[in-house]
Each structure stands twice: as structure tokens, then as C-alpha cells.
């Protein structure tokens, strides 16, 4: 079902946390979400079961990884919170919350790539979106 090199155990005490591909990381059944079988893992240095999706935007989600990826693709193209749920049938709290799970899971995963990282030269391709479109003005009294 998938690829258990890629996975490494999230228990920050264990002796492998954060190493891939060590042979300690083996299939511990299955559990299923909106008809789709997600993989339970477990570490075998210390015990710690996990599932797939554990540290990923799909993990504790009600909606299915395609939802998921729709939402997240309206919304990289420029599509607002309530446009986005409008074109996917979906709620704009839900939207919202898997848009504010999807950017710290990219804070997350982006501050640990780059930490230490040193460039002379960087050529970046800039994704611009509107957090906050109108400033908030006082109320009148």
C-alpha cells in the first residue's frame, strides 16, 4: 500500500526519531476514513504507533485527501476562503481550517529544510495571495 522508507518515528525520545529508512518503521494494520484505508505504522526501537498521515495536513481531517488537494489547489490559484468552498460544495470554516493547517504544516516542514541553507544566488517564482484585503478601520462613536 505504501512506502514505509519514507517514514521515520515522530517520538522525539526515541534514538531514530527523524532518520528515514533504518528498518525500524513496519506496517501495523490498517484503520479506514471516509472509505479509504489509511496504514498504521509503529516504531520498533520504541513503541510508538502512528498512522500515515500523522504531521501532514490529511491527519484528524473529515475530508478525503482529494477534497483536500482541491482545496488546497482553489486556493493557490488565487481563490478566496468562501469562493473556494462555494465552488467545492464544502463548508468555509472547513476550507478554512484545512488552509490554516496546510500553511503551518509548510511553515514546519519549510524552516527545517532551509535552516541551514546558504545561497549566494536564489531565483524564487513568487504565489501571491490576500491574507487581509481591507484595513480595519475603528468604530465610529
Request: with cysteine; charged share 25%; net charge positive.
Amino acid at each position: 500500500m505504501i512506502d514505509i522508507s519514507h517514514y521515520f518515528c515522530p517520538n522525539p525520545d526515541c534514538k531514530h526519531y527523524g532518520l528515514r529508512n533504518q528498518g525500524n518503521i513496519v506496517k501495523a494494520g490498517t484503520y479506514t476514513v471516509q472509505s479509504e484505508k489509511k496504514q498504521m505504522l509503529i516504531c520498533n526501537v520504541c513503541k510508538e504507533r502512528f498512522s500515515e498521515t500523522r504531521n501532514t495536513v490529511f491527519f484528524h481531517s473529515h475530508y478525503s485527501a482529494g477534497t483536500i488537494r482541491n482545496i488546497i489547489n482553489c486556493t493557490a490559484e488565487g481563490n478566496g476562503v468562501r469562493a473556494t468552498a462555494r465552488i467545492l460544495e464544502l463548508s468555509k470554516d472547513g476550507v478554512n481550517k484545512i488552509v490554516f493547517k496546510a500553511g503551518e504544516h509548510c511553515q514546519m516542514v519549510l524552516s527545517s529544510l532551509l535552516n541551514s541553507l546558504h545561497l549566494e544566488e536564489c531565483q524564487l517564482d513568487e504565489l501571491w495571495t490576500f491574507v487581509q484585503k481591507k484595513k480595519l478601520l475603528p468604530k465610529k462613536t
